[in-house]
């Protein structure tokens, strides 16, 4: 095979990870169903690794230029990654973080395990002033729901010149759209369950480690807890990565679109878009006239989660755990692939 480095990220997400070009190897990697392995191997038990998990972790490994160690899910993945925190250690994380990652973050801080820092994210003095002393800044760019970006190379600059681990929680970018560790950060955290795996039929995660010591470390951390993804699941992952490009190229483009007609749609006070990715939010007035919006689309699908190929809408306030700065008539759109009029008509038809 040729030189990886040199393939462009497209590329690399349908190429790396599969058998070596052998005469009648299949061209994917098939799934490994087997809890044990004959010794004298590298493998020798499922809880340490298996064929399936090592072509997926291979691809995404060599997108994210480090070492990737999959999960059983995104949280499993948040978790390892939150286990390098000695006991009673602080954590900068963003106050509109993924609401998962808030509610571990405090439940552990409540019998003591953490010290937790929130910050707001798009104030880069306040999370650099929050720095000092802890021994994780956790980011999430663009944030879950809120859609935040952070300045990744700066924040990471930062940790690292106080001696911090600094980690990416990227999954709303994927790996085709940023690349946190090439911005100098130590980790790179994703729920493949979303854009990776792209078909709302997955639940994994993935932790990218830029050094061997690190990745040691949350390998180990998974082989004692043993938080391991199914090997049909990093199978169905993978299969869904070959596709991301071509996925993220037309709902990109529709969440584009989308935005620019949904800003002055009736009873849309903002409407919220990072840019990139495929996730947006609109904020309406209150809960009721959001909550309306999302009864009345039909082909928009009201559920939680988010990229995969079909369209979701929901309104994010409806959850307890949700932060409470987060307005209470926001509704999170995952735009998908269908064809951009019949998202949009609607949609627009739900607000009118
Ligand atoms: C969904 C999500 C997670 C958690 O992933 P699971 O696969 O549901 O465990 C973590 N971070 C972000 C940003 C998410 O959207």
Request: with cysteine; net charge negative; glycine share 10%.
């Given at each position: 095979?040729?030189?990886?480095?040199?393939?462009?990220?497209?590329t690399?997400a349908?190429?790396?990870?599969?058998?070596?070009?052998?005469?009648?190897?299949?061209t994917?990697?098939p799934?490994?169903?087997?809890?044990?392995?004959?010794?004298?191997?590298?493998?020798?038990?499922?809880?340490?690794?298996?064929?399936?998990?090592?072509a997926?972790?291979?691809?995404?490994?060599?997108?994210?230029?480090?070492?990737?160690l999959?999960?059983a899910?995104?949280m499993?993945?948040?978790?390892?990654v939150?286990?390098?925190?000695?006991?009673?250690g602080?954590?900068?994380?963003?106050?509109h973080?993924?609401?998962?990652?808030?509610?571990?973050?405090?439940?552990?801080?409540?019998?003591?395990?953490?010290?937790?820092?929130?910050?707001?994210?798009?104030?880069?003095?306040?999370?650099?002033?929050?720095?000092?002393?802890?021994?994780l800044?956790?980011?999430?760019?663009?944030?879950?729901?809120?859609?935040?970006i952070?300045?990744?190379?700066?924040?990471?600059?930062?940790?690292?010149?106080?001696?911090?681990?600094?980690?990416?929680?990227?999954?709303?970018?994927?790996?085709?759209?940023?690349?946190?560790?090439?911005?100098?950060?130590?980790?790179v955290v994703?729920?493949?369950?979303?854009?990776?795996?792209?078909?709302?039929?997955?639940?994994?995660?993935?932790?990218?480690?830029?050094?061997?010591?690190?990745?040691?470390?949350?390998?180990?951390?998974?082989?004692?807890?043993?938080?391991?993804?199914?090997?049909?699941?990093?199978?169905?992952?993978?299969?869904?990565?070959?596709t991301?490009?071509?996925?993220?190229?037309?709902?990109?483009?529709?969440?584009?679109?989308?935005?620019?007609?949904?800003a002055?749609?009736?009873?849309?006070?903002?409407?919220?878009?990072?840019?990139?990715?495929?996730?947006?939010?609109?904020?309406?007035?209150?809960?009721?006239?959001?909550?309306?919006?999302?009864?009345?689309?039909?082909?928009?699908?009201?559920?939680?989660?988010?990229?995969?190929?079909?369209?979701?809408?929901?309104?994010?306030?409806?959850?307890?755990?949700?932060?409470?700065?987060?307005?209470?008539?926001?509704?999170?759109?995952?735009?998908?692939?269908?064809?951009?009029?019949d998202?949009a008509?609607?949609?627009?038809?739900?607000?009118?």
């Open positions: 095979m040729s030189d990886r480095t040199a393939l462009r990220p497209e690399i349908v190429s790396a990870g599969r058998p070596p070009r052998t005469p009648d190897a299949p994917s990697t799934v490994t169903f087997a809890s044990a392995f004959v010794a004298g191997g590298e493998i020798e038990y499922a809880r340490y690794g298996n064929p399936s998990w090592t997926l972790e291979d691809a995404l490994g060599a997108l994210e230029g480090g070492t990737c999959s999960f899910s995104g499993a993945a948040v978790s390892a939150l286990s390098l925190v000695p006991h009673g602080a954590v900068v994380v963003p106050r973080a993924y609401q998962g990652t808030l509610a571990l973050l405090d439940t552990e801080a409540g019998s003591g395990r953490f010290e937790v820092r929130r910050v707001d994210i798009v104030d880069p003095d306040a999370v650099e002033a929050a720095i000092p002393g802890a021994a800044v956790w980011l999430e760019s663009p944030t879950n729901p809120a859609l935040e952070a300045d990744i190379a700066r924040l990471a600059a930062a940790a690292r010149a106080a001696g911090v681990l600094s980690v990416v929680d990227s999954t709303f970018a994927s790996p085709l759209l940023q690349r946190p560790l090439e911005l100098g950060a130590d980790l994703h729920s493949a369950t979303k854009l990776i795996a792209g078909h709302s039929d997955v639940v994994l995660g993935a932790v990218v480690a830029g050094d061997d010591a690190l990745a040691d470390r949350i390998r180990q951390h998974r082989s004692l807890h043993g938080a391991i993804p199914g090997p049909m699941e990093a199978f169905l992952t993978l299969r869904g990565l070959r991301l490009s071509v996925r993220l190229e037309r709902a990109q483009s529709n969440a584009r679109e989308l935005a620019r007609r949904l002055d749609a009736p009873g849309v006070v903002e409407v919220r878009d990072p840019g990139f990715g495929t996730v947006l939010g609109i904020v309406l007035a209150d809960a009721a006239a959001a909550d309306r919006v999302v009864d009345r689309v039909q082909l928009w699908i009201p559920a939680t989660s988010l990229g995969g190929v079909e369209s979701t809408l929901e309104r994010r306030r409806r959850w307890a755990t949700e932060a409470p700065t987060i307005p209470e008539g926001l509704i999170r759109l995952s735009v998908g692939i269908e064809h951009i009029e998202l008509d609607d949609l627009l038809g739900a607000l009118r």
